[in-house]
């Protein structure tokens, strides 16, 4: 079997990785934790994910396969404003380059005794259909006269677990 807070940590490594970088290059947007409170009515970075889903190969072998999203929500001010049209497919380009083929799994978590930062192994992005290694979708206005228009950004990481 492997470690039981493993999820955990690839979640939290992948969260911490992509929110180090959206802090670094970003302004005027809020992010947060899907399930935490949002600000509404302002530019938000929403980070969520499925998983990890898990394939058990053999004793002590397994893969890990997490997908991680981040869905980018804005109001334009009218109809006409281009410019923020174009600010949300520049946005969703940073966020893709958020997600780097490898990423390190360290043990960060909530318990300062378990999660002491070590490195575990690293995920490797992995390509889940046509359309490359990160996947960019554009809904637009997703209810008519909303005014909501929503982007999101995708990612699926694996982790192979060999161990005792």
Known sequence: MYPERLPVWIIASVYKEVTDYIVANTTGWSWFIEGMPRLKGTKTIELRHDGPNTIHHSKNH?????????LLSHSPNSADDTESIYEMSLMADKIRLSFPELMEVKKYGPDAVLDDGSFVACARQIVTSNRGSVEVSSFGEIDVGSGLHQTAVES???????GA
């Open 62 to 70: 397994y893969d890990l396969v997490t997908e991680f999203n981040i």
């Open 156 to 162: 699926h990481y694996l982790l192979t677990y060999n």
